[in-house]
Every structure is written in C-alpha cells, then in structure tokens.
C-alpha cells in the first residue's frame, strides 16, 4: 500500500507539473496594457544649489546663477546690487521630476537636479524651494533638500583631475511634494481603454476573449493596439479593473530579428522561420608584411648604402567547411544551431543573416539598430 500510494503521489506531481507548464508562459493583462489614464506627468523647474564647496558656477560667467542668487536674496530682504557676490558655493540647475498617477497632496517624489552652468560638482549642495510647473505652466510640485550625486571627483594641484560618474547630477530622493490634485476621477469612468505595449491583433483579440470570458459583452476589440472595456452592472471602474488586470493570457509576437550591429548582438523571436536554403561561410585573410633591406655598395666602387623597402604578400583562404542545408520550415533552434555548427562569429551571424534575408528565404522582419 505504502508504495501504491507513493507511486500515485509520484504521478500527481507530474499531472501537476504538465498542467502547470503551459501556464509558465501566460502573463497577467497589467504586465502587457497601460491603462487610459494611468500615466506619469513630466515637471520642470529651474533653480539655485547652495552650499558647495567652491566647486559651483564661476558668477562672471554664470550671469544667470548671479541674477538668481540676488533675487533669492532680495526676497529674504538682502541687498546685494551695491557689491556684486564673488563666490562658488552656489549653482544655477534644472529640476526634472515625474508626478506619479493620482498623487495626493502632501505626497512626496523624487527630484532629478542637473547642473546647467560651469559648476564642477553638486555634491552636498542643497536645492533651495524650486516650484516644479506642467506642461499646462501650473504648479504641481515644489522641491527642496540635500543633493545626491554618487558620483567622485577629485584634483591635484598639478591640475590632474580624476571623476567617476557625473558630479553634476544628481536626485533628491523624496524632494518634492505635491501641491495640487488632479481631477481625474477613475471610478467615475464608463467605458476605459487598454492600450497594448506591444501592439497584435492575435494579442489583443485573446485579451478581448479572457475579459469577455469572466465578464460577458465588458470588452470590444477596436484595433491591435487599443482593446476598450466597461464594467458590469452595478460595479465602479477600479474594482473592475483590479480583477481584470489579473486575468492572464498568451502573448503572440510577429516573426522579427533585431540586429545591433555596434555590439554585435543578434536577438530573434520563437516564430523566426527560413525557407529551404544552403549556407557556406569562410573567411579570406590577406597579409602585407612589410620588411626594409640595406644595399650595401661594392669596395671602391664609390657607392652609397641604400635601404629597400620590400612587400612580402600572402593569401590564406579558409577551407574545409561545408554547405549547411536549412530544410523549409526550419525553426530558430535549427537554424542557430546549425550557424553555430559552422563555427560563426555574431559578427559574420549578422551577415548571414542579411543575405539570407535578402534571399526571401528568412519568413521575419529585420531590424538593424
């Protein structure tokens, strides 16, 4: 009985692991849309760093930063426009945030500041209030506190210098505080679109079929990229879409060959086929070998030495590798595995995959970065 039921046990497992291996390759709606609405916004601003040290904009080349230094002063009721500020301490930059979807007021986010003088470092620096503006100019933030570079620079006297990373960037982490809230109001919306990162008819249409599956007539397909939604009778839009977001499905993905040739790297997708083709690949290699010779002149003959140049050119043709036949049909496994039966660099890949292309005999779409 106690090896019956071990053996009943060994096969449950391996129903359990069948079952489960097809599922290995489904994702959940929210790891493949965006949803209407749900977005960042992109903030900017423009202010002064105070407290570096030394390493700030020089002010007779910043007229900026000096315009702003004084007017930050003469807001605190400091006169300044008698004897013009000579120092490095302070920098003028640039704040750039983005808002996340449905901030609150009082909530906080991270600031990234960048130098847009002649200030060699930010480190330590401390951003004073910078109101941080939308694309519509109003006032959806405001920034402030100690600058964060991670980055190290250093000088010798000699005037050497030596850096890691960008000293004249940096973040401030939970630096800004939200001032204003959207009137986007999410569970008050009808009907909401779902936009497809990755835009497939076959994609969309199996998110439109798992949708309508556990809520019958709630999806319609309008195009590969857009798939529009509305929630049942008597449910909001957010609890809607928290249980549509995890509904899962099989993405589809068209045949494509992405090729960067600055790295070398080649990246194929499953569904890459090749019609029936023969492939040879050999390298030719030609050396110059350049070499000098002194003629020395006979005894009394009154010549002089002389140095010849002389060439010594040789060609070596790779041999011995043989046709390789890709059968119709041939799936990226067969075909990666027989390229690399012939001993191919990327490099000479990204070529055989060119003309293999230009063949008509590779059934994908080639993009060359």
Same mark, same amino acid.
């Given at each position: 009985? +106690?090896?019956?039921?071990?053996?009943?046990?060994?096969?449950? !497992?391996?129903?359990?692991?069948?079952?489960?291996?097809?599922?290995?390759?489904?994702?959940?709606?929210?790891? !493949?849309?965006?949803?209407?609405?749900?977005?960042?916004? =992109?903030?900017?601003?423009? &202010?002064?760093?105070?407290?570096?040290? &030394?390493?700030?904009?020089?002010? +007779?080349?910043?007229?900026?930063?000096? =315009?702003?230094?004084?007017?930050?002063?003469? +807001?605190?009721?400091?006169?300044?426009?008698?004897?013009?500020?000579?120092?490095?301490?302070? *920098?003028?930059?640039?704040? @750039?945030?983005?808002?996340?979807?449905?901030?609150?007021?009082?909530?906080?986010?991270?600031?990234?500041?960048?130098?847009?003088?002649?200030?060699?470092?930010?480190?330590?620096?401390?951003?004073?209030?910078?109101? #941080?503006?939308?694309? %519509?100019? =109003?006032?959806?933030?405001?920034?402030?506190? @100690?600058? $964060?570079?991670?980055?190290?620079?250093?000088?010798?006297?000699? &005037?050497?210098? !030596?850096?890691?990373?960008?000293?004249?960037?940096?973040?401030?982490?939970?630096?800004?505080?939200?001032?204003?809230?959207?009137?986007?109001?999410?569970?008050?919306?009808?009907? #909401?679109?779902?936009?497809?990162?990755?835009? %497939?008819?076959?994609?969309?249409?199996?998110?439109?079929? *798992? !949708?309508?599956?556990?809520?019958? /007539?709630?999806?319609? #397909?309008?195009?590969?990229?857009?798939?529009?939604?509305?929630?049942?009778?008597?449910?909001?839009?957010?609890?809607?879409?928290?249980?549509?977001?995890?509904?899962?499905?099989e993405p589809d993905a068209p045949a494509k060959v992405v090729i960067d040739?600055?790295?070398?790297?080649?990246?194929?997708?499953e569904n890459v086929r090749i019609s029936t083709v023969a492939i040879q690949?050999?390298? #030719? @290699?030609?050396?110059?070998?350049?070499?000098?010779?002194?003629?020395?002149? /006979?005894?009394?003959?009154?010549?002089?030495? *002389?140095?010849?140049?002389?060439?010594?050119?040789?060609?070596?043709?790779?041999? /011995?590798?043989?046709?390789?036949?890709?059968?119709? /049909?041939?799936?990226?496994?067969?075909?990666?595995?027989?390229?690399?039966?012939? &001993?191919?660099?990327?490099?000479?890949?990204?070529?055989?995959?060119?003309?293999?292309?230009?063949?008509?005999?590779?059934?994908?779409?080639?993009?060359? $970065?």
């Amino acid at each position: 009985m +106690r090896q019956t039921f071990r053996a009943l046990l060994i096969l449950l !497992i391996a129903a359990a692991g069948l079952i489960a291996g097809p599922a290995a390759a489904r994702s959940r709606i929210k790891d !493949i849309v965006s949803f209407e609405g749900v977005r960042e916004n =992109q903030l900017v601003g423009y &202010g002064i760093v105070v407290g570096l040290n &030394g390493t700030g904009d020089a002010l +007779r080349n910043a007229p900026f930063t000096q =315009q702003s230094l004084q007017s930050a002063l003469e +807001r605190m009721g400091v006169n300044t426009r008698a004897a013009t500020p000579n120092t490095k301490d302070v *920098a003028a930059v640039m704040v @750039t945030a983005s808002l996340p979807p449905f901030s609150a007021p009082g909530a906080h986010f991270d600031v990234t500041v960048s130098a847009i003088g002649d200030a060699k470092s930010l480190q330590g620096g401390t951003l004073v209030v910078t109101p #941080l503006l939308g694309a %519509d100019g =109003q006032v959806w933030g405001v920034a402030q506190g @100690t600058v $964060q570079t991670g980055a190290i620079s250093a000088s010798g006297a000699s &005037g050497s210098t !030596i850096s890691k990373g960008v000293p004249t960037a940096g973040r401030i982490a939970a630096g800004a505080t939200v001032e204003m809230d959207s009137d986007f109001q999410l569970a008050n919306m009808e009907t #909401l679109r779902l936009t497809l990162r990755n835009p %497939d008819f076959t994609t969309a249409q199996r998110i439109t079929d *798992a !949708i309508n599956l556990h809520f019958p /007539g709630c999806a319609q #397909l309008q195009n590969p990229t857009i798939v529009a939604i509305r929630p049942p009778a008597g449910q909001n839009m957010v609890g809607f879409l928290s249980e549509v977001e995890n509904l899962t499905v099989e993405p589809d993905a068209p045949a494509k060959v992405v090729i960067d040739e600055i790295a070398g790297v080649v990246t194929m997708t499953e569904n890459v086929r090749i019609s029936t083709v023969a492939i040879q690949q050999g390298n #030719l @290699t030609i050396t110059v070998k350049e070499s000098s010779q002194v003629s020395q002149p /006979g005894a009394f003959s009154q010549g002089t030495t *002389a140095i010849v140049p002389q060439s010594d050119i040789t060609v070596n043709e790779e041999k /011995g590798k043989q046709f390789l036949t890709m059968k119709s /049909g041939a799936s990226l496994a067969s075909m990666v595995a027989g390229l690399n039966a012939l &001993g191919v660099t990327p490099r000479d890949m990204i070529s055989i995959l060119q003309s293999i292309k230009t063949s008509g005999a590779l059934q994908a779409e080639i993009e060359v $970065q």
